[in-house]
């Protein structure tokens, strides 16, 4: 019904930047919220940021101030910079979105496939 599809992880030395993208397709009406959480070996599964359609935004206390959100809705994307990388913040990150398939409100809640950030010398 509706996909996410992330892009941009990779290896990265500590200090340095990486851009994700996640696109959102399929039977789309509107996007309610879309965000960004990570799951690192042997952890749960944490928010990282969140956007809403108005532009709110929370983050997790352990990226505020390194890692931007930032959203296209009329391409249905968001992206999260994330610059100052640490080695804890290595994990699989994973795009998240709420949203409205249809006029009469029923909504869809789901997970892209992830992508790997590895941070490490």
């Known amino acids: 019904q509706v996909q996410l599809v992330e892009s941009g992880g990779g290896l990265v030395q500590p200090g340095g930047s990486l851009r994700l993208s996640c696109a959102a397709s399929?039977?789309?009406?509107?996007?309610?919220?879309m965000g960004w959480y990570r799951q690192a070996p042997g952890k749960q599964r944490e928010l990282v940021a969140r956007?809403?359609?108005?532009?709110?935004?929370n983050y997790a206390d352990s990226v505020k101030g390194r890692f931007t959100i930032s959203r296209d809705n009329a391409k249905n994307m968001v992206y999260l910079q994330m610059n100052s990388l640490k080695a804890e913040d290595t994990a699989v990150y994973y795009c998240?979105?709420?949203?409205?398939?249809?006029?009469?409100?029923?909504?869809?809640?789901?997970w892209g496939q992830g992508t790997q950030v590895t941070v490490s010398s």
């Open positions: 399929g039977r789309i009406f509107s996007i309610n919220a």
């Open positions: 956007m809403s359609t108005g532009g709110s935004t």
């Open positions: 998240n979105a709420d949203v409205v398939v249809s006029m009469d409100g029923s909504t869809w809640y789901g």
